[in-house]
């Protein structure tokens, strides 16, 4: 399908004994951002590598942006951050985006440079070098290198580990923009609470295999009930919103006073604990 980013059948990954990713089936649309979750060790790198074509899987085939994984041509269309890199200390950040810039063989580098420094907030630090960075600047490095060339489709492994809240929120505001302009996003995270901001769905992986995958409403399901807050505490009542006042009403007749009434929400957070201990 031309409106396909990505369509990924039955992928598998074994390492020896391990298997790092199994049966992995999915798809993703164009323009759609993707949260792949899991806890560590449950494939999601490897199966980011495999979809930018640095892994060949042992199992499965895969196409991103309508060519087979693995395509040269492709991977100039793609942007990646990967989850553990290191640039070389004694390079200005500016000079690791030349650099990028040259094996990409874009034009207009010295422009394009300046407009990623600009998205990840570098632009003062660009000709700083590699060494004096903090671990969140290196991190921001990296994404800024993905931006280059305007890519079709990133693919961001574990974007924030480094960074404080500050820049956490810099690149959840980041993938708003790139989402506004039609870029797809596949984002890997083991914060639920980004993904749950900036995505439109998620697929929960662990072992290696997809326990869930759907919208994050879908996954959390219908907020059911409401928390009450009494005199001795918040006590929670599984009524449907309609019957809210009433509830009220009846407490309140029974002699009880009333600080606070909220919608009962499960988080993400406590969905995805519930699929991984399933599983
Ligand atoms: N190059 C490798 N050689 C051997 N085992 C690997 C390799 N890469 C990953 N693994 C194993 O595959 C599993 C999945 O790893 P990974 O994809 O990095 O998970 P995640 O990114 O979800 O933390 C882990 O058990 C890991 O130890
Ligand atoms: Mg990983």
Redesign the pocket.
Known sequence: MPDDAIVAHALA?R??R?D??QDLTLRVARGECLGFL????????????ILVGL?RPTGGDAEVLGKPVGDRATRARIGYLP?LFRYPDWLAAREVLAFHARLLRLAGAAHEIDVVLDEVGLRERAGDRVGTFSKGMQQRLGLAVALLGSPEMLFL??PTSALDPVGRSDVRALIERLRARGTTVFL?S?LLGEVERVCDRVCV?DR?RVVAEGTVDALVGESRGVRVQLDDGWREFDVAPAEVPQLVARLVAEGARIHAVEPKHVTLEERFLALVRRA
């Open positions: 990954k390492y020896g391990i790092a990713v899991g806890p560590n060790g449950a494939g999601k790198s490897t199966a980011v590598k892994v989850e492994d574990e890997n083991h992986v290696g």
